[in-house]
């Protein structure tokens, strides 16, 4: 056996248990972040829908992101595009589905 085999027998458990951590914790604050963009969302959905100035879908979900995204920053956490529509749509499907919308 090299040096080199050696090397990676003996430090494979201690990688893989290191990436598992790493895995679990950005795992963990991504399910943190969806729990507060979804709440944010939520209540963003809900001002949209109850402002009768806005007609279109587009303008109801440009001002519903932008709600979000102004609430997130106030919070003092920054979050992608992708994430912020992925919660509008979570929350709307939530609030259809309860009959809230």
Known sequence: MGFWSWLKEKFSPLIKAFRAMIKELISGSTEVLLAQLRELAINAVQIVAADPGLITDRDK???????????????GFTVRDHLINLSIEIALGYLKQIGKL
Do not use: P, S, V
């Open 61 to 75: 979900r440009k001002r519903a992101f932008d709600i979000i995204k102004t609430k997130a920053i106030e919070k």
